[in-house]
């Protein structure tokens, strides 16, 4: 009872929680940094306890009515990536690190903790639990990719040992959360979530604090172009769920499907990016991957903000 007062407690204050993080992170380097050895192994154990909510059959059933889903994929890895490197290459030219972070910022699969934003305010679980096992799975295919089609000609990268990391802190973890949810019958997706639920958010602040240390030498001495960054970064994430909210509506999906798709098209999982970003790439990539912790969940705590304001509206509209 107390871990589930606690989780609950974390989750309503997740829009402040992320950005404490980072900043103890910065405030405190060398402390922090002593446990980014540790991360992929924590970062595995977020995914799947992420993924145990999920099954095969709740993909089946999204995939026989696949529209929303494709078009959320597509402005997760094709719009936005692109939008990020048009940016880039327009404010920050000659900075081939900074636009290297922010296209892998927006190249990372969307963010497990989506599910929560979706279940608070109504949404189609189904869609966001087969986006969440769909894109962790294509992850570690996709994140190379986009970075080798975009920067890689002017980057030092490993795809290989990036793909090699990547399936074992997304793709395993998710597969493995699934098998045994087919296995015990559904019994492991009834009763570990809960379980696991508040460990799982304690991973979350131990990756974001952990990570956010290599990144301390640029907030600290944070320039204009810095600053910069941090508002394009801004501007991009809350574009993000503007898109999907806005092909919701040009589609007329139902108002669960459009809660999925808000979510889905604008929450990233900013963790692997920042554990990406510290392994194989210089210091400076960091800055725009972890700037988005700052932003993220107050986003979505806007959006969520202005669709009960629409919901209350409609509703007194009708009578």
């Not at 305010?121 to 996709?142: E, H, Q």
């Not at 503007?242 to 459009?258: C, M, N, P």
């Not at 700037?291 to 919901?311: M, P």
Request: glycine residues 8%.
């Amino acid at each position: 009872m107390l871990l589930k007062r606690a989780n609950a407690w974390i989750e309503k204050w997740i829009a402040f929680v992320t950005p404490t993080c980072l900043v103890l992170g910065v405030l405190f380097p060398e402390i922090a940094g002593r446990g980014v050895a540790y991360v992929p192994v924590v970062f595995a154990f977020m995914t799947f306890t992420g993924a145990l909510k999920s099954s095969f059959q709740d993909i089946g059933a999204v995939l026989r009515k696949p529209l929303p889903l494709l078009l959320i994929l597509a402005v997760l890895h094709v719009v936005m990536p692109c939008a990020a490197w048009s940016v880039g290459e327009m404010f920050f030219a000659g900075n081939r690190e900074l636009i290297t972070g922010m296209v892998l910022e927006f190249s990372v699969p969307a963010a497990v903790v989506g599910m929560m934003w979706v279940s608070i305010y109504k949404g189609d679980s189904s869609i966001t639990l087969s986006l969440l096992v769909i894109d962790t799975v294509l992850a570690p295919f996709i994140i190379p990719l986009t970075l080798k089609i975009l920067v890689g000609a002017r980057v030092k990268m490993n795809p290989a040992e990036m793909m090699k990391d990547l399936v074992f802190m997304i793709a395993l973890p998710a597969l493995l959360a699934m098998c045994l949810n087919q296995f015990s019958s559904g019994k492991v997706k009834e009763k570990w979530p809960g379980k696991l639920a508040f460990w799982s958010k304690l991973c979350l602040i131990y990756c974001v604090i952990c990570n956010s240390s290599k990144v301390a030498p640029y907030v600290r001495h944070m320039n204009l172009q810095r600053v910069f960054v941090a508002v394009c970064i801004m501007i991009l994430a809350a574009a993000g769920y503007a898109i999907g909210w806005g092909l919701s509506v040009l589609l007329k999906q139902d108002e669960k499907t459009r809660i999925s798709m808000i979510y889905g098209s604008g929450m990233r999982n900013i963790s692997a990016g920042a554990v990406i970003a510290a392994a194989y790439f210089p210091g400076e990539v960091m800055f725009p991957v972890m700037i988005g912790t700052l932003f993220q969940q107050v986003l979505a705590a806007c959006y969520g903000s202005l669709i009960k304001r629409l919901r209350n509206r409609e509703k007194g509209c009708k009578k």
